[in-house]
């Protein structure tokens, strides 16, 4: 069964901070995607990531293929970022399953 | 940038009413899904679709549910009969061709069942 289990749940920074959220899956899952949902509910996708690492200005996302582990990093938090980060798992052409989402909160 | 796009962006039905929930997905994409989101929970998968036929379904998508892909830009989630538990928000997304694996959601339909 294709599981995906993020932590911490809840994290709240204050700005200029480093953030890291982290994701663990299980087998079958070839991709990890992170993506961002705004308190109007929608979703973006930030990076989908099968190896290696990826960077988009501030935000860093990395796997590790072999501990099925993944990381998102935020430099230079702020309050902007205030969002739900949520992994997904997939593999290609298949459904996502979804990490229950970490509730973001930058303080200024 | 091309868009998955969502109508109607809030829709509310009295119990054991049918809606449709409509999406058109990015133009050159091959897989489309459907997922839900009920307040306070996790997104869960629907249903995907490809090649003009259901590829994958969940637990949840029983024959109340159905999908529709009419006229080769549409993608369509018809629900039967409508349930107080099925509201929620209620997203599509696509992928494949020139985005790879990456899903592109839309903005999401929040349905509201009275």
């Known amino acids: 069964k294709n599981e995906v289990e993020q932590s911490p749940q809840n994290l709240t920074a204050q700005e200029g901070e480093f953030i890291t959220i982290n994701c663990s899956y299980s087998v079958g899952i070839s991709a990890l995607h992170w993506l961002q949902q705004h308190p109007g509910g929608g979703i973006v996708s930030l990076f989908m990531l099968s190896s290696g690492k990826k960077k988009h200005g501030r935000l860093i996302a990395t796997i590790n293929i072999q501990e099925k582990h993944s990381s998102l990093h935020i430099t230079a938090s702020h309050p902007r970022d205030s969002a739900v980060y949520i992994c997904?798992?997939?593999?290609?052409?298949?459904?996502?399953?979804f990490g229950a989402g970490t509730i973001l909160r930058v303080k200024s | 940038e091309p868009e998955v796009t969502q109508t109607p962006s809030h829709q509310v039905t009295q119990m054991g009413q049918e809606v449709i929930l409509r999406c058109v997905p990015i133009?050159?994409?091959?897989?489309f899904y459907w997922y839900r989101q009920i307040l306070g929970q996790k997104v869960e998968f629907l249903v995907s679709f490809y090649n003009n036929e259901i590829s994958e379904k969940s637990e949840i998508f029983d024959d109340q549910f159905s999908v529709e892909r009419p006229d080769g830009s549409n993608f369509t989630l018809k629900i039967r009969s409508t349930k107080l538990e099925d509201s929620a928000m209620y997203f599509c997304?696509?992928?494949?061709?020139?985005?790879?694996?990456?899903?592109?959601f839309g903005p999401g339909t929040r349905l509201t069942v009275l």
């Open positions: 133009s050159n994409h091959l897989y």
């Open positions: 997304a696509s992928s494949g061709g020139d985005s790879g694996d990456t899903q592109y």
């Open positions: 997904a798992g997939g593999r290609y052409g298949n459904k996502l399953v």
